[in-house]
Structures are given as C-alpha cells and as structure tokens.
C-alpha cells in the first residue's frame, strides 16, 4: 500500500488516499484514538470513486469524527480512472437499452453478465485492501461492510471471516445466484431500502432480505427514491456496527 496524499479535515478526521497496486482507495481514521480502530468498509457502485466521493467521505467521516472507526473504500474494476473493461462497458449498453425501452424485469442474463464478473473480480481485491489495511497502525478490526454493490457485500460476508456485520443498501440488481449465496450469510446485517426505487424491483429486494440466513437482521425501509436516504440513518447504522465491532 503506498500513500500517495494526506490531509487533516476540519473534523480533525485524517484522510489518505491511497493504491495497493493499480487500485486507487480512500482511508479516513480519527483525530486520537486509544486503541485500535475497528474498520468499516464502505462499498459503491461502478460510478467511480470522484463522483461518488461526496456520499463516501460524508460517511466515513461520521464514523471517524463521531464513533471512532476508520473507514476505507476502493475503487472497483473498471471504473474511474481504472482500465476500461469491455465486457462490463458491453453489460451496461445492454442495461441501458433494456432500461429505455421499458422491458421490465431486466432479463437475467443481463444482470448476470453485468454483475457476477464484478463480483468475481472486486471480492479478491476488497480481501487485498483488508490485508493492508489492517496491518497499519492504529487499525485493528473487527471488520464491517457498508454499502452496495450489494452481490459484493454478499460474497465478502460468505469468504471473509474477518467480517463481523454488514450494512447492505438494496436496489442493485442482483442475480438468481446471489440469492443462493445470501442464504449462507450468517453475520449480523442491517439493510436499508428506499421503498420508491423506480429503478429497482421493491418486491426482488425482500425476496432478498428473507433468503438472507442471519439470526440477527433488520430492515429499515423508507420512502423515496434511489439517492434519497434519510440522512438521520447514518446514526443507525454508527449503533449497528458499534454493537458489533466493539
């Protein structure tokens, strides 16, 4: 991991970014801490981490500033300033299409092509990050992810042990497969659902929710569309992973 710029927010959060290899990333951690830090990991979508960066820095900075944890994020394949990925560029076209001329639900093969080669490709580097970052000073785990894309955060919760509790955010397609995969999801989860998504099926999301097989589960739903979470749901979430994590 080599740090690359560093800057001292006026929360006192400390943020560095950071490239394991071709991966760009992001860590926030506390001002002062008197141990060390359990991690959050906050996921995305393919949007690239700039235009995203105002919704992840104002997480991660209130985990920080607020409850102490550090909080990282990466940048996925094929977004940003990555390496175009001409399968996942082809998926999205489709996707696109699919969306404008109104065919509802979007075919399966779609989603799968657009989503499980992600999957398969961001799950291994995610591992690599929480190598790195925990081996850092002032960071000691455990771990928890936050956000979407919400097949990524299944596969993590299922491979990696390091992983105590999650945080997924529903109305991301998800493949057929996933929902195999979801029912070996056993750690602590909290998920939020915007209830008016137009662009996501409402009815798939808790199909989803009830496969996941975690004895600890809860589901905040709200209305709204896609990008209208509630603000007052980042408190939430802060309890959920301190129940957890500390």
Do not use: C
Not at 13 to 18: K, Q
Not at 166 to 171: K, L
């Amino acid at each position: 991991m080599h740090f690359t710029a560093e800057q001292r927010l006026e929360d006192g959060v400390v943020e560095r970014r950071f490239t394991l290899g071709d991966i760009p990333g992001i860590l926030w951690t506390p001002a002062t801490t008197s141990a060390p830090a359990p991690l959050i990991l906050i996921g995305h979508p393919p949007l690239g981490l700039d235009r995203m960066y105002p919704r992840l820095a104002g997480r991660a900075r209130y985990y920080a500033a607020e409850h102490g944890f550090a909080a990282a994020t990466v940048e996925l394949p094929g977004s940003g300033d990555r390496p175009r990925w001409p399968a996942a560029e082809q998926a999205r076209a489709d996707l696109r299409r699919a969306v404008e001329t109104g065919v509802r639900p979007v075919p399966g093969e779609i989603v799968d092509a657009l989503v499980l080669p992600l999957v398969e490709r961001a799950v291994p580097e995610w591992q690599a990050a929480l190598d790195a970052l925990l081996a850092l000073p002032g960071i000691g785990g455990p771990v928890g992810y936050e956000g979407g894309v919400i097949s990524v955060g299944i596969r993590l919760a299922v491979a990696e042990p390091r992983i105590r509790a999650a945080g997924f955010f529903a109305g991301s397609l998800v493949p057929a497969a996933m929902f195999e995969e979801a029912r070996r999801v056993t750690v602590p989860l909290q998920v939020l659902l915007q209830w008016d998504d137009e662009g996501n099926d409402r009815q798939a999301a808790l199909d989803l929710f009830d496969a996941f097989g975690s004895r600890e589960k809860t589901l905040h739903a709200n209305m709204g569309g896609h990008t209208g979470v509630p603000q007052f749901e980042l408190e939430p979430g802060a309890r959920f992973f301190a129940r957890h994590l500390k």
